[in-house]
């Protein structure tokens, strides 16, 4: 399945964040550069504009948002300055509609793109409340996913790093609190718009997945030789087919050069398979990102080496554009123009 019939080039427009600048990737011509506008703001996530393939929308610590209107080559602040940004989510079902998660926990809404926000009930009076909290910083959490419905604007679930993955289809006015058996430290989610209350979730204690929207889950994890997950993206035409990140561990997951990352597949509910075709053995990079492409088969993903894409269901990758300094970090990733399964923050 091609989610674009009419398009016969391939999608090679990407933004990377490290943890100190936004890098434009053209993978077609394997040219990396990097964007200029974001000062001394460190960047936390990424969004792009499902309806646009110049705009996206950049989270930062302490500098709130930040918009392109031209592919990532320039930044321009876009609200919510002093706001420690930690999510971004644009609605695929709604055309200017923006999320944004910060910590400690809130969520923001804007209607115009971000070019205003205002602030969405409080989320801490869910009863799960009193036990969120990041581990590194426990005196704090936040909003680490924005996962939207892809046809309904008022449905998207949040995931609360760490405690909690919680659901609205108000708009955000009310919400599910989590339920037994979910994930309780979801590190992404990931929708395919065929099966749009499907979900998969990669998180750091290990892959869930439901097909009532989160009421219930269930956790298949054989094959799987580690438990910490970091990244999951759905195959465009196989929505039976998953590709997660995962490592040993916090520690082993992040920092290049600290890192055991691999990669894994899984197809029609069977057994967790180890990547092996581009990537290294023994494991010795971050846990990549990994986002869908927009052709059947296809998968992006990006580590310190560069970034990789796959065209065969995630099974053989090939690195398609590298970095003039490796960075230690990575924040966010997305492609623009094409709505994201996921829809990434």
């Known amino acids: 399945m091609d989610l674009d019939p009419s398009s016969e080039r391939p999608q090679t427009s990407l933004l990377l964040a490290t943890d100190s600048h936004v890098l434009q990737v053209d993978a077609q011509e394997g040219d990396v550069r990097r964007g200029d506008g974001l000062g001394d ?18 989270g930062t610590v302490r500098g709130g948002v930040f918009r392109t209107e031209d592919g990532g080559a320039s930044w321009s602040a876009s609200g919510l300055d002093g706001e420690h940004i ?67 604007p008022h449905h998207l679930w949040l995931a609360i790093e760490a405690g909690a993955l919680i659901t609205t289809e108000d708009g955000g006015r009310s919400w599910r609190d989590r339920v ?17 209350l499907t979900l998969r979730v990669s998180a750091g204690d290990g892959y869930f997945e439901s097909d ?54 899984r197809k029609e509910n069977g057994v967790w398979e180890r990547v092996e075709v581009g990537w290294p053995d023994p494991p010795s990079t971050i846990a990549p990102l990994i986002r869908s492409g927009r052709r059947s088969g296809e998968f992006w993903a990006a580590d310190e080496r560069g970034v990789h894409r796959s065209t065969e269901g995630g099974r053989r990758w090939e690195r398609v554009a590298g970095y003039d300094e490796p960075p230690s970090h990575l924040r966010g990733f997305v492609l623009l123009g094409v709505a994201l399964l996921g829809v990434a923050g």
Do not use: K, N
């Open 41 to 58: 703001h460190r960047p936390t996530c990424l969004a792009a504009d499902p309806e646009d393939p110049e705009r996206a929308w950049c």
């Open 86 to 152: 930690m999510s971004l989510a644009a609605s695929p079902a709604r055309q200017g509609l923006l999320w944004a998660g910060t910590e400690p926990s809130a969520l923001w809404r804007s209607d115009d793109g971000g070019r205003s926000w205002s602030r969405c009930p409080e989320l801490t009076g869910l009863p799960s409340s009193s036990e969120w909290a990041f581990p590194p910083r426990p005196e704090t959490h936040h909003v680490r996913w924005i996962a939207c419905h892809p046809f309904d």
């Open 180 to 196: 037994p058996g979910g994930p309780r430290d979801t590190h992404e989610l990931a929708i395919h718009p065929e099966q749009p």
């Open 212 to 265: 009532d929207g989160g009421a219930t889950w269930r956790t298949p994890s054989e094959g799987l030789e580690v438990g910490y997950l970091r990244s999951v993206a759905i195959d465009p035409g196989a929505p039976d087919t998953v590709v997660v990140s995962a490592a040993s561990g916090p520690r082993s997951t992040y920092v290049a050069g600290r890192a055991d990352g691999r990669l894994y597949r």
